[in-house]
C-alpha cells in the first residue's frame, strides 16, 4: 500500500472494517473465532509500516454510515441498516447521529428474537444471525463446507440462482429468514422510528426473497441497500475521510512528539 503512494509522509488514515465487536482493549468476532484478541497487537504491523492513524470499526457500523452517506439511507436522519453476510450485524441513525454504542458497536446478529430457539455461538438461544445469515442458511442447506471454500458473496450469488431456479430446499430456508427479518423489523421499527430500515451486505442480492414490505404500524419501508457487498467498504473510506477532515494536521503534531 505505501508503495503506491505519491505522498507516503502523508501518513494517510487507514480504517479495518471488522465483522465482530470492537472495543477499546480486544476484538472478538464468532466469524473469525476470536475473542478478546489484543487490538494494539493488531495494530502495530500497519503503524509500523507507516499508517499511524491505523484504526479498526465494526463493518455493520461502517456499512450504515455508508447506506446513510451515500446509499438507500441518503437523505435520512432515521434509519435502521441490517447488514446480512456471513454473519449478520448493523446499526442506526437517530435524529441524524450514527449509533455506536457503549464500549462496542450496537449489531443487530445477537438480539435473541427467539428465547426457546438453536444455541447461538455467543451463548445466548435464538439470536438473530441463528436464523438470518449466509452462515445459517448453509447449516441448513448442509452447505458448510461450500461456504468455506468461497467469498460470501459468491454463496449469495449461487443461492440467488438456485432459488431463482426454484430449489424448493433454498425457497423453504428463505422464507424461514424472511420471516425472523420482518420480526426483527417490527422490533426496530417500534424501537428507533426510522423513516427507512434497509438490507445491506454481502446477501442483499437475495433481497427479492427476504423482504416482504413496510414494517412496524406506521408501515416504515424495508428496503434493499443501495451498496450491497461493497458498504463496509464504502463506510471504511467515509470513515477515513472523516477522520482526516476532522483532523489534518495529527500526523504532524505526531512527528513532533
Known sequence: MTAGLRRPEASPTVVVSFPGVVETGGLSSSELDWLDEPRNAFLADLRTAGFPRATIRNDGELATLA??????????????????????????????????????????????????????????????EVFASLQSFATQLDDDSRLAAMPSADYAAELERRAAAGDDDVLTVLRSARQRLHQFGRLV?????????????????????????????????????????????????????????????????QEDI
Open 189 to 253: 421499527a417500534a424501537l428507533f422510528s426510522p423513516e427507512v430500515v434497509i438490507l445491506s451486505g454481502q446477501a442483499a442480492v437475495l433481497a427479492p426473497y427476504l423482504l416482504d414490505g413496510p414494517v412496524g404500524t406506521a408501515g416504515v419501508p424495508f428496503v434493499r441497500g443501495g451498496l450491497g457487498a461493497d458498504a463496509p467498504l464504502a463506510g471504511a473510506a467515509l470513515a477515513a475521510q472523516e477522520d482526516w477532515i476532522a483532523d489534518p494536521l495529527a500526523p504532524v503534531r
Open 67 to 128: 447506506e446513510w452517506r451515500g446509499g438507500a439511507a441518503q437523505g435520512d436522519d432515521n434509519a435502521v441498516v441490517v447488514l446480512l453476510g456471513r454473519g449478520l450485524g448493523g446499526s442506526a441513525v437517530v435524529d441524524g447521529r450514527l449509533l455506536g454504542g457503549h464500549g462496542s458497536p450496537l449489531g443487530f446478529g445477537h438480539v435473541p428474537i427467539d428465547p426457546d430457539g438453536p444455541l447461538c455461538a455467543c451463548g445466548q438461544h435464538g439470536c438473530l
